[in-house]
């Protein structure tokens, strides 16, 4: 369950800045682009931490490394929704890009790992297993 819950939290955080931004540029009086100086610090991060997860999974285990990342995006997050200026805002682009890095490559290398397929009591309603279901809903979506 937890595996679960952490694959659906590395998608929640990416759509902040998009959806956030027109309403923070301008109580910070900065011009609409500097959410690509954001986007590109968070980018930085997420690179520099992807490249350095395989040491620390290896180095920690899976399980603490995704805590901790998780616990990065998590203070990001925070810090973003107190943030009252556009440098505190690049400030806490460094622990979101970091945590979001790393969390991505840790739960990829744990799942790499894995040597059975899903269990059969992790069914869509519909009784499809999970795996399959998204696959359906990948083919509907590039054929329609």
């Not at 505190?88 to 970091?98: E, K, N, R, S």
């Amino acid at each position: 369950m937890i595996i679960y819950l952490a694959f659906i939290s590395l998608g929640l955080p990416d759509s902040l800045l998009g959806s956030a931004w027109p309403s923070m540029y301008g109580e910070m009086d900065v011009p609409v682009s500097f959410a690509g100086v954001l986007s590109m610090l968070i980018t930085a991060g997420t690179i520099l931490s992807s490249l350095m997860s395989d040491r620390l999974t290896r180095k920690f285990g899976a399980g603490k490394v995704t805590l901790v990342s998780v616990a990065m995006t998590v203070a990001a997050l925070f810090g973003f929704s107190v943030s009252g200026s556009f440098w505190m805002l690049c400030l806490w682009t460094v622990p979101y890009g970091l945590g979001a890095g790393s969390v991505d490559a840790a739960l990829n290398n744990a799942g790499t790992f894995w040597r059975r397929p899903f269990p059969g009591t992790h069914r869509h309603p519909d009784g499809k297993c999970l795996r399959r279901h998204l696959s359906d809903a990948a083919a509907v979506r590039t054929a329609g």
